[in-house]
């Protein structure tokens, strides 16, 4: 995957950091290979997701090293450079085209260059209840979440969405925007995006990969709304996968491959016409 030099695309273009939450590789590879991704696919490079090694087994771990720099890993023997990295002395993977920071997170950082940030949470990490809820939306200038955004609703993206565009829509067009959104369809309760399915038979691969779908439904007015001031780098990925059920094993917190590896990308969003 092209590598762009991130220390000319800070500062020049907003910046959005999608995470789906929980999805698996598997799944997105085999939902764009079929053709059912059309939003996605659109813009993932050549059609096809990169295979990558999350940097936690679940959502708290992964979206700390994320903050710090650490996206997920190309899934083949490295160092593979970063985009991203906090400045510190013997790193393998700060490379030209590294965008090195001081601070001790990325969004920080964003800020001190100027970018106004945001983050519309989803999974309970981000539902700011609580000390642990706070830990993460309190890196951000900016933080939203309802229950509306939550894993138990159905309609949790749209809803999600419809406030990305709130936030795009009352920023002064001058302001850089860094903005973060958790998406919590995937997680887990998820049955209820496959039509006919019920409580009692619960989620599976079946119902993950229809929540995927409903994702796709409603990504393109994402998209729209932040390339709508200026160019904007995207970058799209799962913070891990999650088991139904392989070699026994059920959810994620586990280091199982279908936890471990998940979908990663990042391309440019055009400004409109």
Not at 209 to 221: N, P, S, T, W
Request: aromatic share 10%; hydrophobic share 40%; charged share 20%.
């Amino acid at each position: 995957m092209h590598r762009p030099d991130m220390n000319e695309v800070v500062g020049r273009d907003d910046l959005l950091l999608l995470t789906l939450d929980t999805l698996r590789y598997d799944v997105a590879v085999e939902l764009a290979a079929a053709g059912k991704l059309p939003s996605l696919s659109a813009h993932l490079p050549a059609g096809t997701w990169e295979q990558r090694h999350a940097p936690g087994n679940f959502t708290y771990a992964s979206h700390q090293a994320i903050f710090a720099g650490f996206l997920p890993t190309p899934a083949a023997p490295g160092p593979h450079p970063r985009l991203f990295a906090a400045r510190f002395a013997g790193s393998e993977t700060t490379a030209d085209g590294t965008f090195v920071f001081d601070s001790p997170d990325l969004v920080t950082a964003l800020a001190d260059r100027g970018y106004h940030t945001v983050c519309i949470g989803g999974v309970g990490f981000f539902n700011k209840q609580g000390a642990l809820g706070n830990v993460l939306p309190g890196l951000f200038a900016e933080s939203h979440w309802e229950p509306e955004f939550s894993v138990a609703s159905p309609s949790s993206f749209e809803s999600q969405v419809a406030r990305a565009e709130k936030v795009v829509a009352d920023l002064p067009a001058a302001q850089r925007l860094f903005l973060f959104l958790n998406a919590s369809a995937l997680h887990q309760p998820n049955w209820f995006h496959l039509p006919g399915a019920t409580r009692e038979t619960g989620d599976s691969r079946e119902t993950h990969a229809a929540a995927l779908q409903y994702i796709d439904g409603h990504v393109g007015r994402l998209f729209d709304a932040m390339r709508s001031r200026r160019r904007c780098f995207a970058i799209v990925c799962s913070d891990h996968g999650t088991a139904y059920g392989d070699d026994g094993y059920t959810g994620h917190r586990l280091s199982h491959e279908s936890v471990w590896t998940v979908p990663y990308s990042h391309f440019f969003l055009e400004p409109s016409a």
